[in-house]
């Protein structure tokens, strides 16, 4: 009975792994370079490119976020560590706010930077006010780095996680059913970004103390799947076909629903590649997914224009399958970048990457 635990207690945690991998590597897909200004893009909507990339961005990566969220609150309710609040904070400081802030200056410096000398058209420092609030994101989404308020609201949720791994499952269902209001509502700026990333958080606490994770993961594909599947569907729809969807505060219920949905089957599908024979190269991968998610949207301002002139841009006969690889082409950038800076610099590779990265 121990051993069968134990292994299945291994397996969890390669899924968690796992989820890192599969949901950061779809994020790609909602950042990815499409050469085209947003009139331009607006031009296109509804062309079979177009209709390929929302679904790509749809299915993989704004769909895969919320299970970031909730498994940082799955390990939070887990972990004895955080019922010491201020080596908790120290922590994640160290692990979290710090890298965002350094990747933030180093997506000014190159990006910003290629703006000035090579003639990008990327944003550059308007004012010291700007600078502020791309380094820090204080109270509006940043022009470069924009993942990075993920970062800056899971930060804010590990400040208050102390309180809540000790609140009782009343009160967190409240603060769940606000948050969820508040991101339907649009009412999280300037203190949360985006208040679904507190809701998830505290739907993994709520999930660790209920044991869902494993019940979850015990659902059969027929019970998993098909949840996705239809609200994907409709979303996908109303995404294609703006103003399908009547009022703002439908389409908001409709995404949080999806968003629910996608939490269950991409765990579930991470607990299947946890028994797959891709398990091995996924974990292999997985202690690069923290810089994978902090640098991939430098490497698409600077690499995606380059690669562009190959390809095209979104409309040309060869885009579709420069579209479809450029998660590949940013992980094994990153692969190459991180491993060098290991190698250089490990202290800065272990900061840059929350930690993950060690000298090797």
Same mark, same amino acid.
């Given at each position: 009975m121990a051993r069968t635990l134990t292994i299945h207690a291994a397996r969890r945690s390669d899924a968690i792994s796992i989820a890192r991998v599969i949901c950061i590597l779809g994020v790609v897909y909602v950042h990815a370079w499409t050469g085209l200004s947003g009139h331009d893009l607006e031009s296109l909507r509804g062309t079979p490119q177009d209709s390929l990339r929302w679904g790509l961005m749809e299915i993989f990566g704004r769909s895969a976020v919320p299970l970031l969220g909730l498994i940082s609150g799955w390990l939070v309710q887990g972990s004895s560590r955080t019922h010491d609040w201020f080596r908790h904070v120290v922590r994640k400081a160290r692990t979290i706010l710090l890298p965002m802030i350094l990747w933030n200056a180093l997506a000014i410096l190159f990006v910003s930077g290629a703006a000035w000398a090579l003639g990008l058209s990327a944003p550059v420092p308007s004012s010291t006010g700007w600078m502020f609030q791309e380094l820090f994101i204080v109270s509006r989404n940043p022009d470069i780095n924009v993942q990075m308020p993920f970062l800056r609201d899971l930060f804010l949720c590990m400040l208050a996680a102390p309180l809540?791994?000790?609140?009782?499952?009343?009160?967190?269902?409240? &603060?769940?059913?606000?948050? *969820?209001?508040?991101?339907?509502?649009?009412? %999280?700026?300037? &203190?949360?970004?985006?208040? *679904?990333?507190?809701?998830?958080?505290?739907? %993994?606490?709520?999930?660790r103390r209920e044991g869902l994770a494993d019940r979850v993961a015990a659902m059969p594909w027929t019970v998993a799947a098909p949840p996705f599947a239809l609200l994907m569907t409709a979303q996908l729809y109303s995404s294609l076909h703006p103003g399908v969807v009547s009022s703002g505060v439908g389409t908001a219920v409709l995404d949080m629903t999806v968003r629910i949905a996608a939490a269950l089957f991409f765990w579930r599908f991470a607990w299947s590649l946890a028994a797959s024979p891709a398990r091995g190269m996924l974990l292999r991968i997985e202690p690069f997914a923290f810089f994978l998610f902090c640098s991939h949207l430098i490497l698409i301002w600077l690499g995606g224009p380059a690669l562009g002139i190959v390809f095209g841009k979104l409309g040309s006969p060869f885009y579709p399958a420069y579209l479809l690889v450029q998660p590949l082409l940013v992980l094994a950038t990153v692969l190459l970048l991180g491993s060098l800076l290991s190698r250089a610099a490990p202290g800065l590779a272990k900061l840059l990457s929350g930690g993950r990265l060690m000298a090797g």
């Open positions: 809540f791994v000790r609140l009782p499952g009343w009160a967190l269902a409240w &603060v769940a059913a606000t948050a *969820a209001l508040c991101q339907i509502m649009g009412w %999280g700026p300037p &203190v949360l970004m985006r208040p *679904a990333i507190l809701f998830f958080f505290i739907i %993994g606490i709520i999930a």
